[in-house]
């Protein structure tokens, strides 16, 4: 079965490359025809710099065709997934729509294969997550992953698919845990960031760490998923990475805020969104998920650093 990326930044490009490296011919659609022409002419990504695509990657702006592919890789930002499932007529029935996005969409409250589900009710949702840089990914480093798909047999042919020598897919069945585990560790990742910048210290650091597991743990129980995915690396696998490494974006925005330093407005900074609709979500649901909360406050400009760390440390004091 064909595989085609739908979106031309880092990850896409990234995962487009290891499935190149397996003999696969990979077609990427991108909306700008600048980025198709650096992709097929120049044979560079400008999401991913200094790294040379293969001649087995081609792309496209013409996305009713690349979506014919039986496999579908949509990565995309989270919020505009969407607007790209909906730019497509086809219903897509029988095809397997990989999400490789992170996050809540805010119009929907729920995760990408849900907004899959939404978009496309005929086709068969997946997402493919956990602790991974794209350009670790580029570079052929070894890396692993989850797999999440409902349909048992359609996860366990993607695990055969995309799996490659370098990239170790594991498989589960539980969709809503390892996109929650995903969605919810850059929002903790923000906090972390924010808590570094201003100079808290690395003990503060694993507190947000470990409190912050703390909801993402709580958040997903209410949601039926289960507790091994959020332990796994869809969870704490990509938390660790991602609030202890200054490559990742949501870390090194939370940095910015906890330093008063400006960010690059151009860059994909999933938490920011991701902590206000899970806070959404949390009043809905009737849970609590104070460092989110405080990440949705910060990260909107109603809140400083200090206050929310204030407010943090003087919450009732409770059982673990
Ligand atoms: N970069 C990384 O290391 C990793 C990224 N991810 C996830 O992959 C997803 C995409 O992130 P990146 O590739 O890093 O972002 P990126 O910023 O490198 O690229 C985003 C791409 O999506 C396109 N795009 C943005 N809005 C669009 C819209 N409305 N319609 C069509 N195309 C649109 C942009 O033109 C760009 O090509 C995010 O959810 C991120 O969390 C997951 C794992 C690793
Ligand atoms: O999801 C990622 C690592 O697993 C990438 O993190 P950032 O989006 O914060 O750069």
């Given at each position: 079965m064909s595989i085609a990326v739908l979106g031309a930044g880092a990850f896409g490009t990234a995962l487009a490359l290891s499935l190149a490296r397996e003999g696969h011919e990979i077609c990427i659609w991108a909306r700008d025809a600048a980025t198709v022409d650096a992709i097929n002419s120049d044979r560079r990504a400008p999401r991913l710099p200094g790294i040379p695509l293969p001649e087995a990657i081609s792309a496209s702006t013409d996305i009713a065709t690349v979506a014919r592919a039986g496999t579908l890789l949509l990565a995309v930002p989270m919020q505009s997934l969407h607007a790209v499932l909906t730019r497509i007529e086809s219903p897509l029935a029988g095809q397997r729509l990989v999400a490789c996005c992170k996050g809540v969409d805010l119009q929907e409250l729920t995760g990408p294969t849900g907004v899959i589900a939404h978009a496309k009710p005929q086709a068969i949702p997946a997402i493919l997550t956990g602790p991974s840089f794209a350009d670790d990914i580029a570079r052929n480093l070894p890396t692993a992953l989850t797999l999440?798909?409902?349909?048992?047999?359609?996860?366990?042919?993607?695990?055969?698919?995309?799996?490659?020598?370098?990239?170790?897919?594991?498989?589960?069945?539980?969709?809503?845990?390892?996109?929650?585990?995903?969605?919810?560790?850059?929002?903790?990742?923000?906090?972390?960031?924010a808590c570094i910048g201003e100079g808290l210290g690395d003990s503060a650091r694993a507190a947000l760490m470990t409190r912050g597991f703390a909801e993402m743990t709580r958040l997903a129980a209410k949601l039926g998923a289960r507790p091994e995915t959020l332990a796994?690396?869809?969870?704490?696998?990509?938390?660790?990475?991602?609030?202890?490494?200054?490559?990742?974006?949501?870390?090194?925005?939370?940095?910015?805020?906890?330093?008063?330093?400006?960010?690059?407005?151009?860059?994909?900074?999933?938490?920011?969104?991701?902590?206000e609709a899970v806070s959404r979500l949390a009043a809905k649901l009737g849970i609590e998920l104070p460092i989110c909360a405080m990440v949705h406050e910060v990260g909107g400009g109603g809140t400083s650093v200090s206050e929310a760390i204030t407010y943090l440390l003087n919450r009732p004091l409770k059982e673990e």
């Open positions: 999440a798909c409902r349909d048992e047999a359609a996860g366990t042919a993607l695990q055969q698919q995309l799996s490659t020598g370098a990239l170790r897919l594991y498989r589960t069945t539980d969709t809503s845990g390892a996109e929650l585990g995903g969605a919810l560790k850059n929002v903790i990742a923000i906090a972390c960031g796994g690396l869809s969870g704490l696998g990509d938390l660790a990475l991602t609030c202890t490494s200054e490559l990742s974006r949501n870390y090194r925005f939370g940095l910015s805020l906890g330093k008063h330093e400006r960010f690059d407005p151009s860059l994909t900074v999933e938490g920011v969104k991701t902590a």
